[in-house]
């Protein structure tokens, strides 16, 4: 079985950093494209930044600059730097890993919250 289990989310204040994990377990993590997307309330889930086995990255322009994604296939964890954090990066962030052409595997979540 397939899992991704993400960690490190919680309250910070604008302007604040986190970093989040996410340890991925059951296929193998290095051939497939990693991403983080995010979920705000009220609102639909959106890519936030992805990498792909190669090293690639993409991010949405909302955090070019401040978010840096990076993988360490010797763990099988994809991480996302956060810094600069502003209260609309509240969300609930989840992993992602697979082919981009597949439906890929999810995480459970971690709440990220940004507020003085």
């Known amino acids: 079985q397939v899992q991704l289990v993400e960690s490190g989310g919680g309250l910070v204040q604008p302007g604040g950093s986190l970093r989040l994990s996410c340890a991925a377990s059951?296929?193998?993590?290095?051939?497939?494209?990693m991403a983080w997307y995010r979920q705000a309330p009220g609102k639909q889930r959106e890519l936030v930044a992805s990498i792909a086995r190669g090293g690639s990255t993409t991010y949405t322009y909302s955090v070019k600059g401040r978010f840096t994604i990076s993988r360490d296939n010797t763990k099988n964890t994809v991480y996302l730097q956060m810094n600069s954090l502003k209260p609309e990066d509240t969300a609930v962030y989840y992993c992602?890993?697979?082919?981009?052409?597949?439906?890929?595997?999810w995480g459970q979540g971690t709440q990220v919250t940004v507020s003085s």
């Open positions: 992602w890993g697979g082919f981009p052409s597949d439906d890929g595997y």
């Open positions: 059951g296929y193998i993590f290095s051939i497939y494209t």
